[in-house]
């Protein structure tokens, strides 16, 4: 009785242990965007992120059906075109579109809308036709529907603010970053949360200087 006790005790342990290792697919893009976006800048930064390209395709290879993996790969890849810039960037940036693209397909609601926030994103940034697919508004269409999904995230209210005071509208822009600045922290995400609470305040304050 006594070993059969121990034997259910050290199950119940094997499976606690496992579900707690247990890490999403996504996890390592997740937080190495982070160092790459928040942590690093210059050359090293852009080599970080184009070695963790690499760590995408592998991770969507393995993960053919994850919503999540497929967002994180377009943030990933998005990221990686701003940093790049130029003609060479848009390579980068149409397969970041794809890979946006995908995740909505497989799961609109995933990340709470983190893709359609990166779609939304790079269609008001990047060029209009014929040089690449910028569309001002699609940027709207997806960033309002990212809004719908997370409409107290830090994220998607900081891009419309951008997005806002690049028309001008610095009333507008100043309320979503009002709400950005108001997000609740992120206790699985520290790195990207202080990154972004300075690029709400970097905004706040070119919007307001005379």
Request: proline share 4%.
């Amino acid at each position: 009785m006594i070993n059969f006790l121990r034997c259910i005790i050290l199950i119940s342990t094997l499976v606690s242990a496992s579900v707690t290792w247990a890490a999403e697919p996504y996890d390592e893009l997740q937080t190495e965007w982070a160092k790459g976006k928040y942590e690093l800048s210059g050359s090293a930064q852009e080599k970080f992120l184009e070695q963790l390209l690499s760590r995408a395709e592998a991770a969507k290879q393995a993960n053919p059906n994850s919503a999540e993996v497929f967002a994180w790969s377009g943030i990933v890849y998005s990221t990686y075109a701003s940093v790049k810039g130029g003609m060479g960037a848009l390579k980068f940036a149409k397969q970041a579109k794809k890979d946006l693209e995908k995740s909505i397909e497989l799961d609109s609601s995933a990340l709470q809308g983190a893709a359609s926030t990166t779609l939304g994103t790079l269609y008001f940034k990047v060029p209009g036709w014929p040089v690449a697919f910028g569309n001002d508004k699609k940027a709207q269409q997806y960033l309002d529907a990212a809004l719908a999904l997370n409409p107290k995230g830090i994220d998607i209210n900081y891009w419309l603010a951008e997005y806002a005071a690049s028309k001008k509208d610095s009333a507008k822009a100043l309320q979503y970053l009002a709400i950005a600045a108001a997000a609740p922290a992120r206790d699985d995400r520290p790195v990207a949360d202080k990154g972004r609470r300075l690029e709400v305040e970097t905004l706040k304050a070119q919007i307001e200087a005379p």
